[in-house]
């Protein structure tokens, strides 16, 4: 079964740091690509950071680019994602989301669609 779930989410102060958990079910090593995205109150969805899971090249927003790092734990199926230099704009739901290589539209990780998805986590940042 698909499941992805999110952890490590929390409040902390601007110029702080989290890191993010994503735990994936076996059968998302199907995927070709997995990202975070992020929801604000108000606004919409956007994706943040990718990875390939074959060759683990990495694509970033460039809203969060130098400040934050995807990375994946191929021994235990987790996604992380390390955000540091945390800035009261970054607070926002965020998800992590993999790909369906049979459906999705493209295999470049930016412009695919994202399928399987996780329920999210909050991160607050205060000033």
């Known amino acids: 079964q698909v499941q992805l779930v999110e952890s490590g989410g929390g409040s902390v102060q601007a110029g702080g740091s989290l890191r993010l958990s994503c735990a994936f079910s076996?059968?998302?090593?199907?995927?070709?690509?997995m990202a975070w995205f992020r929801q604000a109150p108000g606004k919409e969805r956007e994706p943040i950071a990718y990875?390939?899971?074959?060759?683990?090249?990495?694509y970033y927003a460039d809203s969060v680019k130098g400040r934050f790092t995807i990375s994946l734990d191929r021994g235990n199926n987790l996604i992380y994602l390390q955000m540091n230099s945390l800035k009261p704009e970054d607070s926002a739901m965020y998800s992590c989301?993999?790909?369906?290589?049979?459906?999705?539209?493209?295999?470049?990780?930016?412009?695919?669609?994202?399928?399987?998805w996780g329920q999210g986590t909050q991160v607050t940042v205060s000033s």
């Open positions: 076996e059968d998302m090593w199907s995927s070709n690509c």
């Open positions: 989301a993999a790909d369906d290589p049979p459906t999705a539209s493209t295999d470049w990780c930016p412009s695919t669609t994202y399928t399987y």
């Open positions: 990875i390939r899971t074959g060759g683990e090249t990495t």
